[in-house]
């Protein structure tokens, strides 16, 4: 069984790398940006949660501080799932009432 988190503690994978890399070093935006190729607006719209981390960007930051992508990636999912979780009860979605292929593969057995 997945444990669940909650939404409360998903956090923007920006201001996850502003708060744990770039702060604590003082490194500025525009450094970043210059560092990784890319433009300063991409870095202050992910910072800012503007925007999400791309799997690209999560590479560039992966081999400018060592963190690794997938690490990155899972934060950015999580929060990405968090936020449209908070959001469900608009949805007015039924269940196509087929049955779990799980359970229907448990029965088989």
Do not use: Y
């Not at 500025?28 to 690209?56: D, K, M, Y």
């Not at 950015?76 to 936020?83: E, K, P, R, V």
């Amino acid at each position: 069984m997945a444990l669940k988190m909650h939404n409360s503690l998903a956090v923007h994978v920006g201001d996850w790398i502003k708060t744990e890399l770039l702060e604590p070093q003082d490194i500025r935006i525009n450094t970043v940006a210059e560092h990784l190729g890319v433009s300063r607006q991409a870095i202050s719209a992910l910072l800012n949660g503007r925007c999400g981390l791309t799997a690209e960007m999560a590479i560039r930051f992966e081999k400018a501080f060592g963190v690794r992508a997938e690490t990155l990636m899972r934060m950015q999912s999580t929060f990405d799932l968090a936020q449209a979780r908070a959001h469900t009860s608009e949805l007015c979605i039924q269940h196509f009432g087929i049955p779990n292929r799980a359970n229907t593969v448990e029965r088989r057995v």
